[in-house]
């Protein structure tokens, strides 16, 4: 059964202040994993003994690019050890966006190593994935088409597919059996055509149909983000848990 989790991200200010306090809060208000984006100084062991604290599972964790590049042997390591199983590649630079051939190399090696450690690469997109092009395709179509799909799996963040002008349930459709992870988001655009990331049920995503077609296709983890919050994260972040309770309670084949 697909599972709800946070993208720590989400909650980085309270992180930087409290740790574990904010992990013991997540769990409290019934996210079964988290994501992480970061360990704020935590060794291995102290990460290792919150989670088993807690109860939270440890899905994955955002890391970025250019650190996969330097440090990928230290990256399974750690994860390993958290009992994490994905490494997410979360963000590429503008300057990195012009250059997908050496990307898309790296992206196979690094599937490589994770493949050798039992561990899945995955890749998380923005909007750039959809609007920029190689190959004569979307960028997103053309990575997942060229790196074998035994060493790269999909993070689809659902929001950005939409905010591109995509259909986020065409992309899980066409991505069923290679998505493990969907990002659950919403957001608002704002009077100047910008994004504004908001709780769930309160912005413009189709956020039910979008949990209905990610649990249908398998997802392992349906994981809410909230890029910016204009409150206090830790209150939304439970604003969007009471929102998956009651679609769970309608019927959505969640575990929460």
Not at 16 to 25: M, Q, S
Not at 147 to 166: I, M, N, Y
Not at 200 to 220: F, N, Q, R, S, Y
């Amino acid at each position: 059964m697909t599972q709800v989790g946070l993208q720590l991200y989400t909650v980085r200010d309270h992180l930087e202040k409290d740790f574990e306090g904010t992990l013991r809060k997540v769990a409290e208000l019934g996210y079964k994993g988290v994501e992480f984006a970061g360990y704020y100084g935590r060794t291995v062991e102290q990460v290792q003994e919150i989670l088993q604290e807690t109860g939270l599972t440890a899905i994955g964790a955002h890391t970025p690019y250019n650190r996969l590049k330097e440090a990928l042997e230290e990256e399974l390591a750690f994860n390993k050890t958290i009992g994490s199983r994905y490494i997410i590649v979360p963000y590429l630079a503008e300057e990195d966006r012009n250059r997908w051939p050496e990307i898309i190399e790296d992206l196979k090696t690094f599937g490589e190593r994770c493949k050798a450690e039992g561990l899945v690469l995955c890749y998380h997109n923005h909007d750039f994935e959809l609007t920029l092009q190689h190959d004569g395709k979307p960028v997103l179509d053309a990575i997942y088409e060229q790196v074998p799909e035994s060493l790269l799996q999909v993070e689809l963040d659902t929001c950005w597919v939409a905010f591109a002008g995509a259909n986020p349930l065409e992309y899980i459709a066409t991505y069923q059996g290679r998505l493990p992870l969907v990002h659950w988001k919403d957001l608002i655009k704002k009077a100047d055509g910008s994004p504004e990331t908001v709780e769930l049920g309160k912005g413009e995503i189709a956020i039910t149909a979008i949990g209905d077609a990610a649990v249908a296709a398998g997802a392992e983890w349906l994981i809410v983000e909230q890029d910016y919050c204009a409150g206090d994260s830790l209150d939304s972040i439970k604003t969007s848990m009471e929102w998956v309770r009651a679609y769970a309670n309608k019927g959505g084949n969640l575990h929460v």
